[in-house]
């Protein structure tokens, strides 16, 4: 079984080193390193050609996105999983070995995950990644996607994923800049066993850059993926495009706080309407009663306590997960 890691960079030259040197120290060798540069201008490409040589192959790409990138860099990879990693996190030593061993113990799965610690600057900042998902967090393996649509729980750099699932889904869609990753792991989760170890494998730094700060634009992407699983489009099963439904609505309603911060009240009053069609009923009427307040009402709206305690209220709980690992319905 042959692994290829597969990184997408942009200016890292200042973290590329930590995340290549837990590459190379695995337990298990990965059998080939693509590092896939979408148009660095800090000398990224050349940092890791003369610190690494012919261990780390670069593929020197023109500035596009890390979907686009990391795209090229899956295509031409030669082995038969691929493992994800962006160039500021990275594995501890044993990770590849443990998943390698997870699925030789679960031969069905064809994608699987790890849990990890979120760093920062000053150090551990959660100590499991999943824990705010999953409860308890446990090894997982099967149909993952009705917690899938629930919440995006994996981490981009624990994914090992097949090569030849990944083609068979269509790999990565590169006209998708923020929830690229969520895109593919429903993809594949509509289609193939998943897996979860509740090891925490790996480390997920937060520094400049990071893709998970841009929420507006990814609540955006996510809710197109929401509406194409309500739609049917990943296979027709009525509960699980029921909470693709609801969870469209949920983020119709934190768009809305979005647009009516920034003083949209059209695009405000018009996603509160869609927020509400669906989800726990406080929610919704909490939307109706938003969308028929008179633009004038919501600055007040804003300044409000009372309302940021019926957001809080309102928002969904995540996901439970029964002692099969089916999804139990929270209301």
């Avoid at 100590?127 to 009705?146: N, T």
């Avoid at 800049?177 to 792991?185: A, E, F, M, N, T």
């Avoid at 929610?283 to 940021?308: D, I």
């Amino acid at each position: 079984m042959r692994v290829s890691a597969v990184l997408a960079v942009y200016n890292a030259a200042w973290c590329i080193e930590r995340a290549l040197d837990s590459v190379l120290a695995q337990s298990r060798p990965v059998d080939e390193v693509l590092v896939c540069d979408d148009g660095s201008t800090d000398g990224t490409p050349d940092l890791i050609e003369g610190r690494y040589g012919a261990a780390v192959t670069v593929l020197r790409l023109p500035h596009r996105n890390a979907s686009a990138t990391r795209r090229v860099g899956t295509a031409q990879a030669r082995g038969d999983w691929l493992a994800l990693l962006d160039a500021d996190d990275r594995w501890l030593p044993e990770k590849l070995e443990r998943q390698l061993a997870f699925l030789a113990r679960h031969p069905e799965v064809r994608w699987c995950g790890t849990d990890g610690q979120l760093v920062g600057q000053q150090g551990v900042v959660r100590h499991s990644w999943l824990e705010d998902y999953f409860d308890p967090v446990r090894d997982l393996a099967g149909d993952l996607l009705p917690p899938l649509v629930e919440r995006c729980f994996p981490l981009v750099s624990a994914m090992l994923v097949e090569r030849e699932a990944y083609q068979a889904v269509g790999g990565l869609d590169p006209r998708i800049v923020y929830s690229h990753d969520y895109d593919l792991w429903l993809r594949l989760a509509a289609r193939y066993p998943g897996g979860v170890l509740a090891e925490r494998l790996v480390e997920y730094y937060t520094g400049p850059g990071t893709l998970s700060r841009q929420i507006e634009a990814r609540y955006r992407d996510d809710l197109g993926l929401m509406r194409r699983v309500a739609r049917g489009e990943l296979g027709r099963r009525p509960g699980i495009q029921r909470i693709a439904a609801e969870r469209a609505a949920a983020l119709e309603f934190d768009l809305a706080l979005v647009a009516l911060r920034a003083g949209r009240a059209a695009e405000t009053r018009e996603r509160l309407w869609r927020a509400a069609a669906h989800g726990p009923w406080k929610r919704r009427l909490l939307a109706a009663g938003g969308a028929l307040a008179p633009a004038w009402a919501h600055g007040r709206l804003m300044r409000s306590g009372w309302l940021k305690q019926s957001v809080a209220a309102a928002r969904r709980e995540p996901p439970r997960l029964g002692p099969e690992g089916r999804v139990e319905d929270s209301r």
